[in-house]
């Protein structure tokens, strides 16, 4: 790996957003691949972050340092990569279900799936089934992710799949789950494609449930 290339993935490990957006510019400027500087230095970087936080050497605060720092060098990137045509790792419509306000996991999960490669729209917190409904037909998404922090929202998972099947795009998405009081064996009940219980695992989850 390139010194310049080290560089920018210790900056996203250690949360340096400054450094990251100062050698992704020289980076730039000395005709390095974006591609390159976006999979070795960027998303090879928070790989490493998820392996900390999944050994208990990272904890949230840190992860979200080094999502800042990740995010910095894909804005500076992100007119290079399109001019280029780098396909995402996949698309995912993001969102914390009817009734929940909470969206600290439900922006882990987004900084870790952008981290990664993936497209993610996020909807928000407090979406209906409705509005789920609306972005996989505006979106046309691979994956859907429900966020559910309370057991008592955690009941709408079930109406918003069910709202997904009714409008006959269930076989074209995989649909995956999470949240505080969500469990395998409840993702197996409400019929869901995974359950992931961590930022981390979502993205070993969606790479999974595409086949990468």
Request: charged share 20%; glycine share 10%.
């Amino acid at each position: 790996m390139e010194e310049i290339i080290k560089e920018i993935y210790q900056g996203v490990v250690k949360g340096n957003a400054l450094l990251v957006k100062t050698k992704i510019e020289t980076a730039l400027q000395s005709g390095f691949d974006a591609e390159l500087i976006l999979s070795q230095g960027l998303i090879e970087a928070m790989r490493e972050v998820g392996r900390l936080f999944e050994n208990h050497e990272y904890f949230v605060p840190d992860m979200l340092i080094s999502a800042r720092a990740m995010q910095a060098g894909v804005i500076l990137l992100q007119p290079s990569i399109v001019e280029q045509g780098v396909e995402p790792t996949g698309k995912v419509v993001l969102g914390t279900v009817k009734g929940d306000l909470h969206n600290i996991g439900k922006n882990l999960v987004k900084v870790m799936l952008e981290g990664n490669g993936f497209q993610v729209i996020d909807l928000g917190t407090d979406v209906s089934a409705e509005k789920f409904v609306d972005a996989i037909q505006e979106h046309q998404p691979d994956i859907v992710g429900l966020s559910a922090l309370l057991t008592t929202t955690m009941s709408n998972i079930p109406s918003i799949i069910k709202a997904i099947e009714d409008a006959g795009q269930r076989s074209l998405v995989k649909v995956m789950i999470g949240g505080a009081p969500v469990t395998q064996s409840y993702a197996e009940e409400v019929r869901a494609d995974g359950y992931a219980p961590n930022a981390s695992q979502a993205v070993t989850l969606a790479k999974a449930l595409l086949g990468k």
